[in-house]
């Protein structure tokens, strides 16, 4: 179930600039700066979007960007947002990760598009390029709020995990720092348990980590883990873990 951070975060509720508001712009449109109505407008628009994309709707979305495009300017950041955001939900990964690179062009600084440059990276399973992409926001720090530092360091974590490394997983789950404490934790800890195959705390730990926290934002965390295809979720929603999946550890 792949998102972009615009789409996952933002919904979630985490905290780190546009993610709070559902894929409000990351940066100020070029067209005369972010006014409250120009926010609203850019909320809509990608939220009217990615939910055409997701109903396998392209003309629909493509209609929405060319609309926004026309009044923001095609060289406004938030156009190549909103069309990575709309690319990542009909899972053309290679095309949404053009798009985010083309909005870090414009705007260096932007955490939005280096996380979904990372998060595109994961995505097409290139987890040596992800974990070092995820690592980079970590380390650099400035402008992320807490709660964005834990959810890189989990991808991290996954990336790890994903290319085999379970010592090197377990170490940074070890050295939370300044993350230490979040929620994080325990979605991570049920992953370890999964790569080493103890099925029963993997599924506890899940078990504990999704009934603890709110809805929307659990599952940001586990579609993480089912685009990796180690869980799933059963009729009513709640995730497990699929042991048919773990042949890679």
């Known amino acids: 179930m792949a998102r972009s951070l615009a789409l996952s ?3 979630a509720g985490l905290a780190l600039l546009p993610m709070l508001a559902h894929a409000a712009p990351a940066e100020a449109p070029e067209s005369g700066g972010a006014t409250p109505a120009l926010t609203e407008y850019c909320k809509s628009a990608s939220i009217r979007a990615s939910e055409l994309a997701q109903r396998g709707d392209a003309a629909g979305a493509d209609g929405i960007i060319a609309e926004v495009a026309k009044r923001l300017g095609e060289g406004d950041p938030f156009v190549d947002e909103l069309r990575g955001a709309v690319f990542t939900a009909e899972r053309r990964f290679p ?6 690179r083309l909005m870090l062009e414009k705007t260096p600084e932007s955490v939005v598009a280096r996380f979904n440059i990372a998060e595109t990276l994961f995505l097409q399973g290139r987890y040596g390029e992800a974990q070092a ?7 650099a720090q400035k402008g992320v709020e807490p709660s964005t530092l834990a959810f890189c360091r989990y991808k991290e974590e996954l990336c790890l995990l994903a290319l085999g490394s379970i010592s090197g997983a377990e170490k940074l789950a070890r050295h ?3 993350v230490a404490g979040d929620l994080s934790e325990r979605f991570s800890e049920a992953a370890i348990h999964f790569a080493k195959r103890d099925y029963a705390k993997a599924d506890q730990s899940l078990a504990q980590a999704w009934s603890a926290t709110p809805a929307n934002l659990a599952a940001v965390y586990t579609d993480s883990l089912i685009e990796l295809r180690w869980a799933a979720c059963d009729a009513k929603g709640v995730p497990h873990f699929s042991r048919a999946s773990n042949k890679e550890f």
């Open 9 to 11: 975060l933002a919904a």
């Open 95 to 100: 095309e949404a990760e053009a798009s985010f």
């Open 133 to 139: 992409a995820f690592a980079a926001i970590e380390a």
């Open 176 to 178: 939370k720092g300044s």
